[in-house]
């Protein structure tokens, strides 16, 4: 599984991608970069077959999951 996250600092911004076993990985990103790498890994919305951030969330049950 991959987790995907948002880092800020005062000054930077960052994507910190997380995967088991594995060290973090630390990216430096705009907003529109840390965007686009959340829809490659399909975390911006619930998908039918897909763990992400959205899955068996009941703050989220009311999104229908996609294709």
Do not use: C, W
Request: glycine residues 2%; aromatic residues 10%.
């Amino acid at each position: 599984m991959i987790v995907i996250r948002r880092m800020l600092t005062r000054h930077e911004s960052y994507t910190v991608i997380f995967l088991r076993g594995e060290p973090p990985k630390i990216i430096r990103t705009t907003e529109y970069e840390h965007g686009r790498i959340l829809e490659i890994f399909k975390q911006d919305k619930p998908y039918r077959d897909v763990l992400n951030d959205f899955a068996d969330n009941p703050l989220f049950s009311h999104l229908k999951p996609s294709d």
